[in-house]
């Protein structure tokens, strides 16, 4: 197989890997966020702490992982053929999922799921504790899926 050929091969892995995390992020924005502030708060951080632990799994966290990674090394790769308007897609579709999705996990939702998993339900102070966590969870969710989605639109383009 050409190098050309692995290159192609693997933008498609990118746009596919970035586009299951956009619609990850999506999902929880406008689907499970908004189920969670119609429960009581406590059921609602509990569930979130059940949740936090669950995903934690062999089937999000190698492509989280690895998109993050692959996307790095297909950039290197990329501009090593060439500093091209494809190369510059791909560095930018990198960079996006990079510092957008994973940098902002890290930063900031992390964080907050690690404060939430310390916190009891049980606990009165609950109630305010996860409407702040819920609003600014929320928010960086929204963050991390419009830079996933950019992403994948920067690998798709990449292709063209």
Same mark, same amino acid.
């Not at 692995?6 to 933008?11: K, N, S």
């Not at 600014?136 to 969710?141: A, S, V, Y």
């Given at each position: 197989m050409a190098i050309e050929q =692995? !290159?192609? !091969? &693997? #933008?498609v892995v990118a746009a596919a890997a970035t586009g299951l995390m956009a619609g990850f992020?999506?999902?929880f924005s406008i689907c499970v966020m908004p189920a969670l502030a119609q429960r009581p708060a406590p059921e609602a951080a509990a569930a979130m702490q059940s949740i936090?632990?669950?995903v934690l799994n062999a089937w999000?966290?190698?492509?989280f992982l690895g998109t993050a990674l692959w996307s790095i090394v297909l950039a290197v790769a990329a501009f090593i053929d &060439?500093? $091209?308007? $494809? %190369? %510059? !897609? #791909? &560095?930018? &579709?990198a960079a996006m999922y990079c510092l957008g999705t994973f940098a902002v996990t890290m930063r900031f939702n992390v964080p907050m799921n690690n404060a939430l998993a310390a916190a009891s339900a049980q606990d009165p102070a609950i109630a305010a504790h996860w409407r702040a966590y819920s609003n600014? =969870? $929320?928010? =960086?969710?929204h963050v991390?899926?419009?830079a996933a989605l950019i992403a994948m639109l920067c690998f798709v383009a990449a292709l063209v």
């Open positions: =692995w !290159l192609t !091969l &693997g #933008i992020f999506y999902g936090n632990r669950v999000f966290l190698p492509v &060439g500093f $091209t308007p $494809t %190369a %510059a !897609l #791909i &560095g930018a &579709g600014d =969870w $929320t928010r =960086w969710n991390r899926a419009v």
